[in-house]
């Protein structure tokens, strides 16, 4: 079923694709969507099959926190993919980088930044929060 997700990320310009019994499509950048399902609809993620473009370590967080089952990356980060194979939850990549840029190129990604050095998932959420909310009040 992984293949399928891919397909449709590939090809309906999707930035996310989650399946759990059915199929859900994303297509903003960030971690806004992924984040608005875990905060929302949790029990969606719970067992979920997921392809994404761009996985780094707080997609991770919210991923392993919501019950993820199975990840697909285009591109994902180190950090994400050590962080993900440590919750047992078996992930296949088209790329491994050391860090997730940001939108222009020019820097870190600004969750990947903020995240970085936390170890656990715990420590994450509410980073992440604190980042949707700020970036919904503006």
């Excluded at 859900?24 to 979920?48: T, V």
């Excluded at 991923?63 to 994902?76: R, S």
């Excluded at 939850?89 to 860090?99: D, F, L, R």
Aim: with cysteine; net charge negative; aromatic share 8%.
């Amino acid at each position: 079923m992984v293949q399928d997700l891919i397909h449709i990320l590939h090809n309906e310009d999707c930035s996310c694709v989650i399946e759990n019994q059915e199929v859900k499509k994303f297509h903003r950048r960030g971690i806004m969507d992924l984040y608005g399902l875990y905060d929302q609809e949790r029990n969606f993620l719970n067992g979920a099959q997921v392809a994404d473009h761009v996985v780094g370590k707080a997609a991770a967080a919210l991923l392993i926190a919501g019950g993820a089952k199975q990840v697909y990356a285009d591109l994902i980060s180190l950090s994400a993919l050590v962080l993900l194979r440590e919750a047992g939850i078996p992930v296949e990549y088209g790329q491994v980088v050391s860090y997730i840029q940001n939108h222009r190129l020019t820097d870190w990604c600004p969750m990947e930044s903020e995240c970085y050095n936390e170890k656990t998932v715990e420590d994450m959420l509410p980073i992440i929060k604190e980042f949707v909310e700020s970036q919904q009040r503006k």
